[in-house]
């Protein structure tokens, strides 16, 4: 069923584009639910609001652009989620929550992990909001991992190198674990319920290693 | 331009269904890697080939099982690929060496590592020939992991955790590093060059870790 938008009136103009913008977000972002991300157009999105097929234009040149702000959203979703996980005296233990967090996020909302993690960003470059938005979601783990190494300069490299390092892992974890290939690998039993524990264990034992030895820099890897 | 399919004659008969079969895996791969993995149909295989559109279902009964069968493939050439990484006569160099080759494969054969990793398996109950392989594939490094855990009974949940932790770890690194993000996350300029072999070291610090310490198992984590 169509639903349409309020058409500006003598009071409401202002309003009502800022309406219509935020309406194709949500449009875009349900149509992209229902029947993938391909068939996504302009035209789609104006169609499932009941307006006219050039009225989305007004707020995007381009279906590429509406895409950005939906995964842009998508973003600022994601940030806050993790943002949501609790206040953690002891730093370890603040990055043992958020990669729970991050994994939790992935299984509760597949498609909005896809649409950020596992898709083309369309234009990038043009689309300075989106790129924002994805570098604030990584600085949760930045600031968490700053809280270890210390936030002085001396520690950009090994704060960066154990963001992707870790980041790495979640994406994996979350990618491998949605895939449901597991069942068909010929795995022990406890392997799908003991994969995540292992992994953040893991991690912990390498990070707290890495803590007593030299950095990456020191080691001059290539 | 469509190729033809040597028709039957009287004395290679037995032949021909063989390699038509044979080029339907190699038009199906050539077809997704040209048009995306969406618009691939038999029909479509049928018209690249220049053969009826009949032709096909005599070996696939499906798309999905003529995609199954490119997939397998994949994991075929993957397996091989990965076996081809030399002798190490210490383990752990030898799961370096596996990592690295992982890596590469991902880097040098994108659409393959979309098609194994980036695609859901279409039906694979039903297929499982191309269960087979993707577990051929896994047992790679699970080999490994046994001449540094053991091969015994005992050890085979911790092979199989460390296989999955290991896995993901790689899985994660090939897509970011892939996704091309990473120019965009204002990472300190020697990120992109360190932060494999960063991971790389992060992960042999877990394993050497790990190896003095209880396992998943006697934790009893859940």
């Given at each position: 069923?169509p639903r349409t938008v309020t058409p500006p009136?003598?009071?409401?103009?202002?309003?009502a584009p800022v309406e219509l913008k935020e309406a194709c977000v949500r449009a875009a972002h349900e149509f992209i639910?229902?029947?993938?991300?391909?068939r996504l157009s302009l035209r789609e999105v104006a169609r499932r609001l009941g307006v006219s097929h050039q009225a989305p234009y007004k707020h995007y040149p381009s279906r590429d652009h509406l895409l950005a702000e939906v995964?842009?959203?998508?973003?600022?979703?994601?940030?806050?989620?993790?943002?949501?996980?609790?206040?953690?005296?002891?730093?370890?233990?603040?990055?043992?929550?958020?990669?729970?967090?991050?994994?939790?996020?992935?299984?509760?909302?597949?498609?909005?992990?896809?649409?950020?993690?596992?898709?083309?960003?369309p234009?990038?470059?043009?689309?300075?909001?989106?790129?924002?938005?994805?570098?604030?979601?990584?600085?949760?783990?930045?600031?968490?991992?700053?809280?270890?190494?210390?936030?002085?300069?001396?520690?950009?490299?090994?704060?960066?190198?154990?963001?992707?390092?870790?980041?790495?892992?979640?994406?994996?974890?979350?990618?491998?674990?949605?895939?449901?290939?597991?069942?068909?690998?010929?795995?022990?039993?406890?392997?799908?319920?003991?994969?995540?524990?292992?992994?953040?264990?893991?991690?912990?034992?390498?990070?707290?290693?890495?803590?007593?030895?030299?950095?990456?820099?020191?080691?001059?890897?290539?």
């Amino acid at each position: 069923m169509p639903r349409t938008v309020t058409p500006p009136t003598t009071e409401p103009a202002a309003d009502a584009p800022v309406e219509l913008k935020e309406a194709c977000v949500r449009a875009a972002h349900e149509f992209i639910a229902e029947h993938g991300l391909e068939r996504l157009s302009l035209r789609e999105v104006a169609r499932r609001l009941g307006v006219s097929h050039q009225a989305p234009y007004k707020h995007y040149p381009s279906r590429d652009h509406l895409l950005a702000e939906v995964i842009r959203r998508c973003f600022r979703q994601f940030a806050d989620y993790l943002d949501d996980r609790g206040e953690h005296a002891d730093p370890r233990e603040d990055l043992g929550a958020l990669g729970r967090r991050y994994l939790s996020f992935a299984a509760e909302h597949p498609l909005e992990y896809r649409l950020m993690f596992g898709t083309p960003w369309p234009a990038p470059a043009e689309q300075l909001g989106l790129v924002e938005d994805a570098r604030h979601a990584l600085d949760v783990l930045r600031a968490v991992l700053r809280r270890i190494h210390g936030a002085g300069r001396a520690q950009r490299t090994r704060v960066d190198l154990d963001a992707m390092f870790i980041w790495s892992q979640m994406h994996g974890l979350a990618s491998i674990t949605q895939a449901n290939v597991m069942d068909h690998l010929g795995l022990v039993p406890q392997a799908g319920r003991q994969m995540v524990p292992h992994a953040m264990h893991m991690l912990s034992l390498a990070m707290a290693a890495a803590s007593v030895g030299p950095t990456a820099e020191d080691r001059g890897s290539a």
